[in-house]
């Protein structure tokens, strides 16, 4: 099925933006739904944004609706997510994850996870 490589966390100050990246290798990306989890130790996997095949639909959870922006690059078999203006609440480790099928269904149903990269935002 391929594999996942998240980059770009790092330790921020709050008011800071980050982008995170998420290459896949071994699959055509257009094919896949592609979404962003994070987890914070202690406390259970988060939904935070998906875009599906082609890039026209979008879905974000409310908590980061507004700050967060994801998008893709098919060509490059890479998803991104544009983090700003962070708080020390969006402290976690972020995953990428893949789910076959092009078009946004619903937030559950991932079965492809990278490794994670951990986003840590100081107050």
């Known amino acids: 099925q391929g594999q996942l490589a998240e980059s770009g966390g790092g330790l921020v100050q709050a008011g800071a933006s980050l982008r995170l990246s998420c290459v896949a290798s071994g699959r055509s990306l257009s094919l896949y739904t592609m979404a962003w989890f994070r987890q914070d130790p202690g406390k259970d996997r988060e939904f935070v944004a998906a875009i599906s095949g082609g890039g026209g639909t979008t879905d974000y959870a409310d908590s980061v609706k507004g700050r967060f922006t994801i998008s893709r690059d098919n060509a490059k078999n890479t998803v991104y997510l544009q983090m700003n203006s962070l708080k020390p609440e969006d402290t976690a480790v972020y995953y990428c994850?893949?789910?076959?099928?092009?078009?946004?269904?619903?937030?559950?149903?991932?079965?492809?996870w990278g490794q994670g990269t951990q986003v840590t935002v100081s107050s």
């Open positions: 994850a893949a789910k076959y099928g092009p078009t946004w269904t619903s937030r559950n149903g991932y079965t492809s």
